[in-house]
């Protein structure tokens, strides 16, 4: 049972390149996340999805783009990466009902802009 | 707007110790609060959660917590510290409503000293 899968685990890049980040979800959930982990600031929002067509907008999504391109998969692009982008990424993903919430979290992407 | 402030970035016990990691939230409306926790190099887990039914909650690896609502706290416990429970734990609130999008607080490193 791999759960939520993200690849790649490492990335450098260069200020002003892009990349995508890729999540994948086995588990048939509706909701899917990114969120972004900084030293000393918690996890904050990117995006999410709360079902197969819809993105929207979390706390912090200027310099992100995201596609829902099924209801396995939820990719995070960078279009021109900044060093402020530096950080870890997670994607997870959430069982369905409101008393039921539990989020289920790959295990990061660390990027590194230069 | 909800929010959760952890107090302490950093606590340290012995093991066997009593463990203690607070956390405050403010909400307009009935919360939903939940505890994560993230060892190295990995993605966050569930370890307990309050979803308005009991105000104690039992969680994973013995670790519980307790709401209460005159307060707006929901510190977590653990009579017994283990080195395993080393590790960064994480509050989270969410309200109904909110299609299950989580606010974290800034996370609380927890060291266990032998």
Not at chain 1, 34 to 53: K, V
Not at chain 2, 79 to 99: I, L, R
Request: charge should be positive; proline fraction near 4%; charged fraction near 15%.
């Amino acid at each position: 049972n791999a759960g939520v899968t993200q690849t790649p685990k490492f990335q450098v890049l260069k200020t002003g390149q892009s990349m995508t980040l890729q999540c994948a979800q086995d588990m048939n959930h509706n909701s899917m996340y990114w969120y972004r982990q900084d030293p000393g600031m918690g996890l904050r929002l990117i995006y999410y999805s709360a079902s197969e067509g819809t993105t929207d907008k979390g706390e912090v999504p200027n310099g992100y783009n995201v596609s829902r391109l099924n209801k396995r998969e939820f990719s995070l692009r960078l279009e021109s990466a900044a060093p402020s982008q530096t950080s870890v990424y997670f994607c997870a993903s959430r069982t369905g009902g409101v008393t039921n919430e539990k989020l289920f979290f790959g295990s990061g992407t660390q990027l590194s802009v230069l | 707007a909800q929010s959760v402030t952890q107090l302490g970035s950093h606590v340290s016990v012995s093991e066997g110790a009593l463990v203690l990691l607070r956390c405050n939230y403010s909400s307009s409306v009935p919360p939903y609060l939940f505890w994560y926790v993230q060892y190295p190099n990995q993605g966050l887990q569930l370890l307990l959660k309050y979803t308005s039914a009991a105000t104690l909650v039992k969680g994973i690896n013995g670790f519980e917590a307790e709401f209460k609502k005159s307060e707006t706290s929901f510190h977590l416990t653990k009579p017994s510290a283990h080195m395993s429970d080393a590790a960064e734990y994480f509050c989270a609130v969410s309200v109904k409503g909110s299609q299950g999008n989580l606010i974290f607080g800034k996370g609380t490193k927890l060291s266990v000293k032998p």
